[in-house]
Nanobody, 115 residues
């Protein structure tokens, strides 16, 4: 059974940085895409950043230039470096993995940015 486990969330002041990590376990296959989504109260879950197994990346306009996604394929890990955080980045951040066997989600990690 595939599991995605996030870590690295927490409370940070505006302008600060956090690094989220996601570990995939329970499978020997490689996800074609791994990414981060977020959801804040009253809003739909939205894509933050995504990275393909070959390294091609995509970002939401709201985080371009501030967030960087990376992955370690042999370890089935994906990371999100978040800099210059803003209060509007406050949300639960979810790790996502997409592959031939399906679409998988972590349980989420809370990021709170205080003004």
């Amino acid at each position: 059974q595939v599991q995605l486990v996030e870590s690295g969330g927490g409370l940070v002041q505006a302008g600060g940085s956090l690094r989220l990590s996601c570990a995939a376990s329970g499978s020997t296959f490689r996800f074609a895409f791994m990414g981060w989504y977020r959801q804040s109260p009253g809003k739909q879950r939205e894509l933050v950043a995504e990275i393909a197994s070959g390294g091609v990346t995509a970002y939401a306009d709201s985080v371009k230039g501030r967030f960087t996604i990376s992955r370690d394929n042999p370890k089935n890990m994906v990371y999100l470096q978040m800099n210059s955080l803003k209060p509007e980045d406050t949300a639960v951040y979810y790790c996502n993995g997409k592959g031939l066997s399906g679409n998988y989600w972590g349980k989420g990690t809370l990021v709170t940015v205080s003004s």
